[in-house]
């Protein structure tokens, strides 16, 4: 079964520092990867995605993710931190041979302190 | 570019009533999903439409609970009757989508839905 983990429910970093929020996952087949952030009263916006290739992805807002295979992960970075970033990142993956379904993790709170 | 857009943005109702709730997908997108997010169970699929056509309602939770899309341009959910434990905030996102596609889903603002 597809699964995606967030161990960290909330990650705090000074501004200008730089950030890492963790997502590891499970699918049977190659996977395609997302990261999406939500702020307070909104839906969830798509940041950047790993579909094949280089195993670093750059998205929006300056963020980027690393695709490691063998440790299945998929971590979303950033080299400074601005207070604005504070959101809820979520992690989600699609198994190749899926059409359609997306399964997201539970969500790390990202909060940038000034 | 006009994203995903939903109405209403709130919804304050008491149980027993009614519900329904509105999407219109992005255009030319063909496939059409339906979540629910509570901090409880997080981000729920609900159900997905592709080209019109429900293909998914696994995620239904039960009988009060439907879901239309008439056209490429309109979706709604319905409730009902609706129960205190249906309060949460539904998305509505669409995508162009085909088997294996590698596209993203773009999500409206959602609908915050309280049911007293």
């Known amino acids: 079964a597809q699964s995606v983990a967030q161990p960290e429910d909330q990650v705090n970093v000074a501004e200008g520092n730089p950030l890492t929020v963790k997502c590891t996952y499970s699918?049977?087949?190659?996977?395609?990867l997302f990261w999406y952030v939500q702020y307070p009263n909104r839906g969830l916006q798509f940041l950047l995605k790993?579909?094949?290739?280089?195993?670093l992805v750059k998205g929006s807002y300056g963020f980027e993710a690393e695709f490691n295979k063998s440790q299945t992960s998929f971590h979303l970075k950033k080299p400074s931190a601005l207070v604005s970033d504070s959101a809820l990142y979520f992690c989600?993956?699609?198994?190749?041979?899926?059409?359609?379904?997306?399964?997201f993790g539970s969500g790390t709170r990202l909060l940038v302190r000034p | 570019d006009a994203g995903v857009i939903q109405s209403p943005r709130h919804e304050v109702t008491e149980m027993g009533q009614e519900v329904t709730l509105r999407c219109k997908p992005i255009s030319g997108h063909n496939s059409l999903f339906w979540y629910r997010q509570t901090m409880m169970r997080g981000l729920e699929l609900l159900i997905y439409?592709?080209?019109?056509?429900?293909?998914?309602d696994s995620g239904m939770p039960e009988d009060r609970f439907s879901a239309k899309m008439p056209n490429a341009s309109f979706s709604t959910l319905k409730i009902q009757p609706s129960e205190p434990r249906d309060s949460a905030v539904y998305f509505c996102?669409?995508?162009?989508?085909?088997?294996?596609?590698?596209?993203?889903?773009?999500f409206g603002d959602g609908t915050r839905l309280s049911i007293l």
């Open positions: 790993y579909i094949t290739g280089d195993n």
């Open positions: 439409f592709n080209n019109n056509v429900p293909i998914d």
């Open positions: 989600a993956v699609r198994d190749m041979r899926s059409s359609y379904k997306l399964i």
């Open positions: 996102a669409s995508s162009l989508d085909g088997q294996g596609s590698n596209q993203p889903q773009h």
């Open positions: 699918v049977s087949g190659n996977p395609y």
